[in-house]
């Protein structure tokens, strides 16, 4: 399979084969199957021709493709690799920086799952840039609510760790990114009784009640009952 790539004049997509496939099994069974290396096979030389015909667009979507791929397959290393190769093709499309928009918080996406959080958040903040740039609105949601997925997960680590005024620093971002664009009033409504709860960890406690009392007042308004609880048993921990 990796010599028809040769044979067939796709030079680049045999050395990929080769490095990816063929290399690692001199010491170890491939994990693919007979199925997943001709699909990457196909994968490589669309890639390849997309190259050749110099279809930027073309070539970005292929990237694309092959790094949603090895995503599926749970190679987060590889779709990375080939999901900044998409971005940079991404930044050389005139005209049109939708595919920037897209790859650049496609990058986070496979980051993020991989545990590199902070790199994760440049990529996505690079993608709510360019969204607010050419008033992509959904883009944008897409990319402050990635934000802020990523920053209260952060939060939630340096909660555990006792961190709380860094913590803090990170739900606050939280709230400058919802409250600048996004209209997801619940998450803005949850981050608000983390950092009432935090701000109790540190001891300032008319802090936590205003956070507090502000995420009442909605839970009231969204009819859940259950958020309601919390809040009213977070504000009585507040006056003990």
């Known amino acids: 399979m990796c010599l028809d790539l040769l044979v067939a004049g796709h030079v680049r997509s045999y050395i990929d084969f080769f490095h990816m496939v063929v290399e690692p099994a ?106 607010r740039l050419t008033k992509n609105q959904e883009a944008e949601n897409l990319a402050s609510k990635a934000i802020v997925n990523v920053r209260m997960n952060v939060a939630e680590q340096l909660e555990d760790e006792g961190k709380y005024q860094e913590a803090i620093s990170h739900y606050t971002e939280c709230i400058e990114v919802l409250e600048s664009g996004s209209s997801d009033a619940q998450l803005l409504n949850d981050v608000h009784y983390r950092l009432g709860k935090a701000y109790k960890q540190i001891g300032d406690i008319e802090t936590a009640i205003k956070y507090l009392e502000a995420f009442l007042e909605k839970a009231k308004s969204f009819g859940d009952k259950t958020k309601e609880g919390f809040a009213q048993a977070a504000l009585a921990s507040c006056y003990e």
């Open 26 to 131: 001199r010491t170890a069974p491939s994990p693919y199957s007979p199925k997943v290396l001709n699909d990457f096979k196909k994968l490589l030389t669309a890639a390849e021709d997309s190259q050749r015909k110099g279809d930027s667009t073309a070539i970005y979507q292929t990237r694309k493709h092959l790094a949603s791929y090895f995503q599926d397959l749970g190679n987060d290393e590889v779709a990375a690799g080939y999901y900044r190769e998409a971005l940079d093709i991404a930044s050389l499309i005139s005209g049109d920086r939708t595919w920037e928009v897209e790859g650049a918080r496609n990058l986070g996406t496979v980051l993020e799952s991989s545990g590199k959080s902070a790199e994760a958040l440049e990529y996505y903040e690079q993608s709510r840039k360019l969204a």
